[in-house]
């Protein structure tokens, strides 16, 4: 159970990003919402100077009509991308969406960049649709993302570039300015698909390297389910994420009853047998959003998504499964297991180490329950067979059985 393990404290102590400071020694670590934000603030300060001061050169250039036109679309421009920076900092824009918000970002440079070329006919304006091009290519890993962004910066510079040959006929706007701007778009665009690829490449490599370094530290190497560490890094963030999304989270806590006796009957072989096919039966038996982790000895845990299977029904289906498939003789291990859970709600400013709490307290409730209960047990399920009607609470033993 939680309450026997010293080390558990470790769960609660250890910094996720959302505290003010750090257990012990130990420094903080950024965490990808915060270098996403850092990220975002630095691409849409630039945009908005960008926007500004190319927006007060082309007013300088022009009169008239155009050049309130020119200077409202950079201020709105600006002003926009002002407001998605705010947007990412403040946390409505969730990190999933990221790529979006960089993308528009980066539209709102193209679309200023192409109307500034447009009403002053200068190769300088094509600057906003460089970094257009240069922010896909830096904030946007995703193949569609990046070529929206890129197109939209195509698209922005050749109305622009039409735009101005056309109003410019009278006022003698070069062709070769248009050429030119089209040499730098596409040079940017170049420069931003290698240095994409080149980033993709090392960070591909860079996740194969630590998957292989990590794999050992975050891996029950006889189960092959997740330790602590393992379940605390992934489901941390789940509780962070699923409570900004007001979603719930649960947790299964499961005990094997009557497990003693197979380590000293049979020996320890054995006992490591009786643990791998379990955890097997556990693998089946939950969602592929649900991670599965071995806690300690014979406890394993189940967090997921959602508010997940009951105890009732996991501890039915396992038992079907190792049913079918005995690890070891019926007549030394049943294959019974004792399941209790437990379900963090988005309003709840509980962490994962008081969820795992209230889960193993309702495992224990569940036991001694059932332990006291004066009702006969049911037989277990045959191999083959589907598991009798009935009170499923009714025929587990006593874990010290």
């Not at 850092?38 to 945009?47: E, K, S, V």
């Not at 192409?114 to 922010?135: E, M, P, R, Y």
């Not at 709600?345 to 001694?368: I, Y």
Request: aromatic share 4%.
């Amino acid at each position: 159970m939680v309450a026997r393990h010293a080390d558990t404290s470790t769960v609660a102590d250890q910094p996720t990003g959302t505290s003010d400071g750090a257990s012990g020694d130990e420094s903080p670590s950024l965490t990808h919402d915060q270098v996403a934000a850092a990220l975002l603030t630095w691409i849409g300060g630039t945009a908005i100077v960008v926007l500004v001061t190319l927006g007060a050169l082309a007013a300088s250039a022009v009169t008239g009509v155009a050049r309130v036109l020119l200077a409202v679309v950079a201020t709105v421009s600006a002003v926009a991308c002002g407001l998605l920076v705010l947007g990412g900092r403040s946390g409505w824009i969730s990190r999933y969406r990221g790529q979006a918000v960089v993308t528009a970002i980066s539209a709102l440079l193209s679309v200023g960049g192409g109307a500034l070329v447009a009403g002053t006919g200068s190769a300088l304006q094509v600057v906003a649709l460089v970094l257009a091009v240069t922010v896909a290519g830096a904030g946007l890993p995703e193949m569609r993302w990046f070529a929206s962004a890129v197109g939209v910066a195509w698209a922005a510079g050749v109305t622009g570039s039409v735009g101005a040959l056309v109003a410019g006929t009278a006022s003698g706007v070069a062709w070769q300015d248009p050429v030119v701007g089209a040499v730098a778009l596409a040079a940017a665009t170049l420069v931003a698909l290698a240095a994409r690829t080149d980033r993709e490449r090392a960070l591909a490599s860079l996740v194969a390297v630590h998957r292989q370094v990590d794999d050992e530290s975050v891996r029950d190497q006889l189960t092959g389910a997740a330790n602590r560490r393992g379940l605390e890094m992934v489901a941390v963030p789940m509780i962070e994420n699923a409570r900004r999304q007001g979603e719930a989270v649960h947790c299964l806590f499961i005990d094997l009853d009557g497990f003693r006796v197979v380590n000293e009957e049979l020996g320890t072989a054995q006992g490591d047998q009786v643990l791998s096919c379990v955890a097997e039966a556990l693998r089946a038996s939950i969602r592929t959003t649900d991670v599965l982790a071995r806690w300690a000895g014979d406890e394993f845990v189940v967090i997921g998504p959602g508010t997940g299977t009951s105890p009732l029904e996991m501890e039915r289906r396992v038992r079907s499964r190792l049913a079918s498939d005995p690890p070891v003789p019926l007549e030394v291990w049943k294959g019974r297991i004792s399941v209790g859970s437990a379900t963090l709600v988005p309003w709840d400013d509980g962490d994962l180490h008081s969820l795992l709490r209230r889960a193993d307290q309702d495992m224990a409730l569940r036991r001694s329950l059932r332990r006291h209960s004066t009702l006969p047990r049911r037989s277990d399920p045959s191999p083959g067979l589907p598991p009798p009607s009935g009170n499923p609470v009714q025929g587990k033993r006593d874990k010290s059985d």
